[in-house]
């Protein structure tokens, strides 16, 4: 305070060097200097206006007094003053109090005191300047001034002068008239379902919709693409955001949405401010749009582009994504992390198409949801309820997909937060997103949390001084973080390789991607599964089933690659070479079986029974147009060659032997005994 109102010192000297035009009238010349000089003078706020000048003539001095209005509102004893002679030289400038308040309560300034140069107060940009009153427990109301300062990624906040001696009083978050209240979910309507009333916070002023500092929401207009949205959601007569929520599928229209994600993302993104001090800007606010009521099941951050602003959307169809604070808490983690860190989604190697960075994401958005609501359990309501209080380990979990693998690393952060606490967590964790590699993948992410616990509690030890607010942190952090990595596979090698074990009738699932999610090129999934022959194994036979989308509704695409003795080998093509439709890579496999086969033996034909000890690998790729497809697989074990598979009614796979082996089918290689044998050998298996 007492720097800005020294600068304000050096203004006003500056300003009496000034004269004002000759020949006006006193008073046309002292008000047009002061509006030449607004901002010197603090008046540089919308709607400041002057009043009507009190003038006195005093040894040949013309004293001009003009009271300041704020939007036709007195700013209370506030008032600038200007001597002027009879040339029309200004000789003096004041901005300050009258000192008086009415007749029988006095309040001079003390002589010499600065403070009386209060209009320098109001010269913050952008800043506005409102009369008001504050509550002091022993005087009961005093006359204030109140200053609402936005200060560039922060917390806006309002000083209050005493409008009587212009000493500051205090300083308050923003607030000018009370929070309405709002209607919300605590958590989501099957944890929670009372409805709770919370006070909105941080609303712009006159808080009659739902945007503040911190997120601006409103419903889509067009509920299919929602290129625009406008607020639907308004204040009854008291002020007050209060409806009812409608559970029903295919609600587009309802207010109760728009309140729920007001008050969650603003809750998580003030936090992140005040926590971090972390200054994200969405196209250069700390408010980020939000959008409720479109037709879709899923929510989504989008980091927007030099066309569209960032914003998150929630989905309306049959559940309403809005409802779920972890929904909330995860999309704005995406605001968290891609404000810092930007990343490839998948990286290519020989093994298939690597998700590891798009796991990562999803993972420190997981832990920004659970970290922030203290509970593990995330999305609740939505039907993709995952928790982070799990054993998942690599690489057995991996499903070749980010908020799949992304439930190994929020139960590994889960884990450390239990074990070291969750301040020391949250500051861990939001260090290491400003120098993890864009390409880390899962033992650089647990090296980089690391080697930030390490930091923090290097800085905690140098001193309080420089401790910065986290002085609980230990050395020993680091090592926790190493060991639950380690619990959870992320350090081995066949994790890093994605090579997931396929034990006797362990089922399995992957996620795959078509060409409408793949530039229109077909890719390879994300890992490969691994069979490992015992004494007794000599063969094996996959049952794998479409599982998304409905089988009956779209045409299945994706193809089988197995080889033996060694993974899969991929080579990835130059994009540039690659057609629309056509595979982005080939493929160096003993077996690849098109047409999205159901049953895949192995050996088959004329290849060797499997060894003991031999591993088998087997990649999906994709073909089809599907955005994303789901595929299950099982391993049987075989102890003898399997019956061969007919066409007899039951679904046929055409099989061809690559890498020198013999071409041939299944029709050709065994006896076509027909489905009755078939029938036969799979419920033998399946028993
Ligand atoms: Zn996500």
Redesign the pocket.
Known sequence: MMRLISAFITALALLLAATARAGDNPEDSARRFVRGHASALGMDFPQATLGDASHSVHLGQHILSFPVFHRDLPVFFHSVTVQIDDEGRVLRVTAGTNGQIDGDTVHPCPDGEPARDFAHMLDLNPSMVLSGWLRDPEEGLIPAIRVDVHPFAREPYSIYLDARSLNPLETQPLMWTADPLGSVFEENPVTTPDVQTVSLQYLNEPKDILEGAYAHVGRCLDAETCPETEPTAFPDDDGNFIFNPHLGPYTLNDPFSEVNAYHNISRINHWARDTFGWEGLFQGNTWIHVKVGQAWYNAA?YGGNDEIAAYIVFGQDVIDFAYDADVAF??FG?AINRSIRSHPWYLRDAYGMDVSPFGI??GF?DIWATTYSGDPVMNSYVLLTRTADNDLVCPDDLMSEG?MEARILAGFGWDVRQRIGAHAWNHIVYRTLHFLESNAVFDDFVEALAKSAEDLADEALAGPANSKGWPEMEAGFADIIMEEGATRGLFDEECLRRLVPLPDGTPRRIYGYGRDRTNKRNRPTGLQWKITGDDDTKAFRLYLAWRYPDPDEVEPGYRVHISRGHPVEVTWLNVDDVEEGEDEFTVTADLTVEASPEFVDFPVCGLAPLEEGENVYILISANTKERIFVVDVEAFYLTTQPPPLTDGGLPTVSVAAAGGGPSCNHLACGSTDGAQSLLAAISQILQ
């Open positions: 951050f995860h999309e995406h994401e999803e958005a908020h």
